[in-house]
């Protein structure tokens, strides 16, 4: 996604949680719904301003930092798939070899459990390695 689409995302996240608290709802079960939906948008709030704070950021290690942040997100395994292989990348330019071999190792798990999306089926391989190369440093 690029810049102003994350802005647009975040936007539209945080107009849905300004609505929420004026819906009137008739059961138990609908409000559980709503409380569920307010959760993931506040998740999604969080992921995204997260995101654009690293987007905008020069330092390379507070890059990492941000990317890091963000994986600890409750978000679907789609976004989590991306959000991993750009902490990872983030963590190997500033030479944290030990955490990027922390979220292939993620990502492994979560390729093995979830659907990974077709642009990231050549990542595997390559996570794959990184996995294998620092599980010595345990």
């Known amino acids: 996604m690029e810049g102003k689409d994350l802005h647009s995302a975040l936007s539209m996240f945080q107009e849905i949680m300004f609505v929420i608290p004026l819906l009137s709802v008739a059961s138990r079960e609908a409000a559980k719904e709503i409380r569920e939906l307010l959760e993931i948008c506040k998740e999604y709030v969080v992921a995204l301003r997260i995101e654009i704070s690293r987007r905008a950021a020069s330092d390379p ?33 500033v030479n944290n070899f030990k955490t990027a071999g922390f979220f292939c190792r993620k990502f492994l798990e979560m390729s093995q459990t979830q659907r990974l999306p077709k642009s990231m089926t050549a990542s595997v391989p390559q996570v794959s390695h990184c996995s294998n190369c620092w599980s010595n440093f345990d």
Do not use: W, Y
């Open 61 to 93: 290690l507070k890059q990492a930092e941000l990317a890091a942040v963000f994986t600890e997100c409750k978000i679907q395994p789609i976004h989590m798939f991306f959000g991993l292989k750009v902490a990872i990348g983030c963590a190997f330019k």
